[in-house]
C-alpha cells in the first residue's frame, strides 16, 4: 500500500514545461511530426509552394501545442483565429510573435497522430485507432507519475 500523490519520477520536476515534457515524451511527440510530415508531403502537390506548407519539427509542434493551451488559459479558445491574430490592439501578440496564422492553419489541418496507410485494419477492431498509441503512451505516463488512492 502506497500513499496518494506524485510518484519518485516525478515528485522535484517543479518547472511547468517539465512536467509537460514528461507526460508528453519525445516518442509521443515524434510519432506526432512522422505521421504529420508524412501526410504533409502525400497531399504536397495540393499546396502552393510557400515557407507556410513546409514539414514541421518537434519544435513547431510544441509551439503550436503551447498556443493551443494559451487560448485555453486566455479563454480565446472559443475565438476565431483570425479575432486571435488581429493586429489592433484586440489580438493575442505572442501568437503572432509565435508563428503566422496561416502556418497554425495548416499544421492544424495537417496533424496526424498515426499511420494513415494502416488506419483502416486497425479501425475494424479499435474505433480509437487514429489517437490509440499516443493515448495509451500518454495514459501510461500518467500512472507512472501519480499513485492514485483507493478513492479514486
Not at 9 to 29: A, C, G, H, Q, R
Not at 89 to 95: K, L, Q
Request: net charge positive.
Amino acid at each position: 500500500m502506497h500513499l496518494p500523490g506524485p510518484k519518485a519520477s516525478t515528485k522535484n520536476l517543479k518547472e511547468p514545461i517539465d512536467i509537460w515534457k514528461y507526460f508528453f515524451d519525445d516518442t509521443m511527440l515524434t510519432t506526432i511530426v512522422e505521421n504529420t510530415n508524412k501526410h504533409i508531403n502525400s497531399e504536397s502537390t495540393n499546396f502552393l509552394p510557400e515557407k507556410d506548407t513546409k514539414t514541421t519539427d518537434i519544435l513547431k509542434m510544441q509551439a503550436l501545442f503551447g498556443l493551443l493551451y494559451l487560448a485555453g488559459v486566455l479563454k480565446s479558445n472559443r475565438l476565431n483565429l483570425k479575432d486571435v491574430y488581429d493586429m489592433n490592439g484586440t489580438g493575442v501578440e505572442i501568437f503572432r510573435l509565435t508563428m503566422s496564422m496561416n502556418r497554425m492553419l495548416f499544421l492544424l489541418r495537417n496533424l496526424r497522430f498515426d499511420d494513415a496507410e494502416t488506419r483502416n485494419e486497425r479501425k475494424n477492431v479499435d474505433k480509437l485507432a487514429p489517437i490509440r498509441d499516443i493515448f495509451n503512451t500518454f495514459v501510461n505516463n500518467c500512472k507512472s507519475a501519480y499513485t492514485y488512492g483507493m478513492n479514486m
